[in-house]
C-alpha cells in the first residue's frame, strides 16, 4: 500500500528565505509523485510531479523537487520565498485509482 | 482542453436538509471522478470515487452518497445534513488507470456550512 508522510503541519519563513517543505513516502511500486498547492478557498494546483527519468523536477513558481529513493523523499524547495508563496502544501503519491495524499504543509511567510 | 466545473461555491444548509452538489468536466472522456472533503483542521478525505458510469467506490461509510449518471457528471448528496458534514468540498477528475502518472485536477470548491 502507498503512504505519504508531511513532516511539519506548519512553516513560517521570511522573504527572501529558503523554503523546504518535507515529504516521505511509502510504496509498494515504483511511485508517481506530485505536489500540489492550495491558496484559500481554492482547489489545489499542481505544482510539479515525478514519474520517471531526471530525479530533480521543476515546477511552477520557482519550485522544485528532489526524488530520493535511498531516502523514500520528494521534499519540496525554493530558493527565495515569496509573499505569494503563503499557501498550503499538499504532496502526493499515486495508488490504486486514487491519489494519496499527506496531511499537507501550511506555509507562512513573513515580511 | 478541459476544464472542471463545481457548484455552488458556498452553501448554508440547516441540519436535516439534504445536499446536491454537482460537478461536471469537459473536454475529456471518461475520466476517473473523485470527491473529496477538507474539514478545518484536516488534510484531505477521499470520499468517493467512480472509474465509470454508474460505479462509485466509497472511502469513508458516512451519510454521504454519490452518483455518476453521465460519463463526466459526478454528484455528491445527502438526504440529511449533519453539523459534522460542514467543510470544504472539492471535486477533481484524472488518474486514469492503476498507478497512473496522470495528475488530478481540481475544481474551484463548495464552502458547505450547515447550521
Known amino acids: 500500500a502507498q503512504s505519504v508522510t508531511q513532516l511539519g503541519s506548519h512553516v513560517s519563513v521570511s522573504e527572501g528565505a529558503l523554503v523546504l517543505l518535507r515529504c516521505n513516502y511509502s510504496s509498494s511500486v515504483p511511485p508517481y509523485l506530485f ?17 520517471t527519468g531526471a530525479t530533480l523536477v521543476k515546477g511552477i513558481n520557482g519550485f522544485e523537487a528532489e526524488f530520493k529513493k535511498s531516502e523514500t523523499s520528494f521534499h519540496l524547495t525554493k530558493p527565495s520565498a515569496h509573499m505569494s508563496d503563503a499557501a ?24 | ?18 445536499l446536491s ?18 474539514a478545518a483542521g484536516r488534510g484531505l478525505q477521499l470520499l468517493f470515487y467512480s472509474v465509470g458510469i454508474g460505479q462509485i467506490s466509497s472511502e469513508v461509510p458516512q451519510n ?17 445534513l449533519l453539523l459534522s458534514d460542514s467543510g470544504f468540498y472539492l471535486c477533481a477528475w484524472g488518474g486514469i488507470g492503476t498507478h497512473s502518472n496522470s495528475p488530478l485536477h481540481f475544481g474551484n470548491g463548495t464552502r458547505l456550512t450547515v447550521t
Open chain 2, 21 to 38: 452538489l454537482e460537478c461536471t468536466v469537459e473536454g475529456t472522456s471518461n475520466p476517473n471522478l473523485y470527491w473529496y472533503r477538507q
Open chain 2, 64 to 80: 454521504l452518497s454519490a452518483s455518476r449518471p453521465q460519463d463526466r457528471q459526478f454528484i455528491l448528496s445527502s438526504k440529511k
Open chain 2, 1 to 18: 482542453s478541459q476544464t472542471i466545473h463545481q457548484w455552488p461555491a458556498t452553501l448554508v444548509q440547516p441540519v436535516g436538509s439534504p
Open chain 1, 88 to 111: 498550503e502544501y499538499f504532496c502526493a503519491v499515486s495508488g490504486t485509482d486514487k491519489l494519496i495524499f499527506g496531511t499537507g504543509t501550511r506555509l507562512q511567510v513573513f515580511p
Open chain 1, 35 to 51: 505536489w500540489y498547492v492550495q491558496y484559500p478557498n481554492q482547489g489545489l494546483q499542481l505544482l510539479l510531479k515525478y514519474t
